[in-house]
């Protein structure tokens, strides 16, 4: 084998990476040796590897006589013969061969030859077309790292993918500029819709920054009928779920209505929670949505707090948070700003932060008590509290 590195993807959001392999499967342009691999850093995401998996089975499969060995290693019958097998044989017709090698991860930390010996059909002529192993965990990266460098540069190609990131730079704080935010925007597009400014952000928000969960909430939206998505139009499909309490909870406390925000914790103590998409959720899991939204929101409003304070007019203040300039979110944050001085917004970050603490920590049972202790500590002061809108 060559001593020449494997050619890796450049760097970019795993998101995009994951498109434009997608995209090659389906059209059958893949290199004869894809490795899909656990990140080097932070979570892996499977979800991206599995979709590239479908979209070459698909093609392979709708080729006319083509040999195509699908195997699924975390499977409990999973034997290593039939690979043997077919990677010892040659094709009797001349057919185009392929090898997808899903979940591979614990077949190849049990069998590592099984990594060698699917590095050298990749590189010996008459090989298979296209092998695409997904090896997740631990011990499938193992596995592989002392053959990567003996693999030939342009024959390989090695692609890692972790979990988007859920915020934005802070650089640019636009909700809408997170990867989880583009990657929704970019999935929108691919199935016909539009995200309209803010949306992206909001699904995120609601739906969360895994990329299963927001294509579900996109397919969702196209059900309904929904060509462009606005920001209103995702709280409107989430008002009646657990992420529309908890964007309701964030804009009372902002706001300071703690009315709503103790009627909105009581109907959730009461009821419980249940996720738009009918999922019910845990205690534990319903306070981290809330006390997300609640993160994210404070930090949009500390954004346009920030640029007013500087001397920049609402408007420009709104837009260079991520936040329009008009229309119902405009309305929210002039509201929001009326009860939030800089001090209050830092005083809401402190209590949120001491909040996740006694809950994710320190073993605080009562998830929604700790929540109603937050409003105690982040009430404005009685001025405020009687300003209007």
Same mark, same amino acid.
């Given at each position: 084998?060559?001593?020449?590195?494997?050619r890796?993807a450049?760097?970019?959001?795993?998101?995009s990476?994951?498109?434009?392999?997608?995209?090659?499967?389906?059209?059958?342009? &893949?290199?004869?040796?894809?490795l899909?691999l656990?990140?080097e850093?932070g979570e892996?995401?499977?979800?991206?590897s599995?979709?590239?998996?479908?979209?070459?089975?698909?093609?392979?499969?709708?080729?006319?006589?083509?040999?195509?060995?699908? &195997?699924?290693?975390g499977?409990?019958?999973?034997?290593?013969?039939?690979l043997d097998?077919?990677?010892?044989?040659?094709?009797?017709?001349?057919?185009?061969? $392929?090898?997808?090698?899903?979940?591979?991860?614990k077949?190849?930390g049990?069998?590592?030859?099984? *990594?060698?010996a699917?590095a050298?059909?990749a590189q010996?002529?008459?090989g298979?077309?296209?092998? $695409? /192993?997904?090896a997740?965990? *631990? *011990?499938?990266?193992?596995?592989?790292?002392?053959?990567?460098?003996?693999?030939?540069?342009e024959? /390989?190609? /090695?692609?890692?993918f972790?979990r988007?990131?859920a915020?934005?730079p802070?650089?640019?704080?636009?909700?809408?500029?997170?990867?989880?935010?583009r990657?929704?925007?970019?999935?929108?597009?691919?199935?016909?819709?539009? &995200?309209?400014?803010?949306?992206?952000?909001?699904? $995120?928000q609601?739906?969360?920054?895994?990329p299963?969960?927001? $294509?579900?909430?996109l397919?969702?939206?196209?059900?309904?009928?929904?060509?462009?998505v606005?920001?209103?139009?995702?709280?409107?499909?989430? @008002?009646?779920?657990a992420?529309?309490?908890?964007?309701?909870f964030?804009?009372a406390?902002?706001t300071?209505?703690?009315?709503?925000?103790?009627?909105?914790l009581?109907? &959730?103590?009461?009821?419980?929670?249940?996720?738009?998409?009918?999922?019910?959720? @845990? *205690?534990?899991d @319903?306070f981290?949505?809330?006390?997300?939204v609640?993160?994210?929101?404070?930090?949009?409003?500390?954004?346009?707090?920030?640029?007013?304070?500087?001397?920049?007019?609402?408007?420009?203040?709104?837009?260079?948070?991520?936040v329009?300039?008009g229309g119902?979110p405009?309305q929210?944050?002039?509201?929001?700003l @009326?009860?939030?001085?800089?001090?209050?917004?830092?005083r809401?970050?402190?209590?949120?932060r001491?909040?996740?603490?006694?809950?994710?920590?320190?073993?605080?049972?009562?998830?929604?008590a700790?929540l109603?202790?937050?409003?105690?500590?982040?009430l404005?002061p009685?001025?405020?509290r009687?300003?209007?809108a």
């Amino acid at each position: 084998m060559s001593a020449a590195r494997a050619r890796k993807a450049p760097a970019s959001e795993p998101g995009s990476q994951a498109m434009e392999l997608a995209e090659a499967a389906a059209a059958g342009r &893949l290199p004869r040796l894809l490795l899909l691999l656990p990140p080097e850093r932070g979570e892996d995401e499977p979800w991206f590897s599995e979709r590239i998996l479908a979209a070459a089975r698909a093609h392979a499969r709708a080729q006319p006589g083509w040999d195509v060995l699908d &195997l699924d290693g975390g499977s409990p019958d999973f034997q290593p013969a039939a690979l043997d097998d077919f990677l010892g044989s040659a094709s009797l017709f001349g057919n185009q061969r $392929v090898v997808l090698f899903g979940r591979a991860g614990k077949a190849l930390g049990r069998w590592p030859r099984l *990594a060698a010996a699917l590095a050298a059909a990749a590189q010996r002529p008459p090989g298979p077309a296209w092998i $695409v /192993v997904h090896a997740e965990g *631990a *011990a499938g990266a193992k596995t592989w790292k002392p053959l990567l460098a003996q693999l030939e540069g342009e024959s /390989v190609r /090695v692609q890692r993918f972790r979990r988007l990131y859920a915020d934005p730079p802070p650089w640019n704080p636009d909700p809408d500029q997170s990867e989880a935010a583009r990657f929704a925007a970019a999935a929108a597009g691919a199935r016909g819709l539009t &995200l309209l400014p803010g949306a992206a952000g909001a699904l $995120v928000q609601f739906a969360g920054a895994r990329p299963g969960d927001l $294509v579900a909430a996109l397919e969702h939206m196209g059900l309904l009928g929904l060509a462009q998505v606005g920001e209103e139009d995702v709280h409107r499909v989430v @008002a009646h779920g657990a992420e529309g309490s908890a964007f309701e909870f964030a804009e009372a406390v902002l706001t300071g209505d703690v009315a709503a925000a103790l009627r909105c914790l009581g109907r &959730l103590r009461s009821r419980g929670l249940r996720a738009w998409d009918g999922r019910r959720l @845990a *205690a534990q899991d @319903a306070f981290g949505m809330l006390a997300s939204v609640l993160a994210t929101e404070r930090r949009r409003t500390a954004a346009v707090r920030a640029a007013l304070d500087s001397g920049a007019e609402l408007a420009d203040a709104c837009r260079s948070a991520g936040v329009p300039a008009g229309g119902p979110p405009a309305q929210r944050m002039h509201k929001r700003l @009326a009860r939030c001085d800089g001090a209050r917004l830092r005083r809401i970050g402190a209590a949120l932060r001491a909040a996740e603490r006694r809950v994710k920590m320190e073993g605080c049972r009562d998830a929604l008590a700790a929540l109603e202790l937050l409003l105690v500590q982040t009430l404005p002061p009685p001025a405020a509290r009687r300003s209007p809108a």
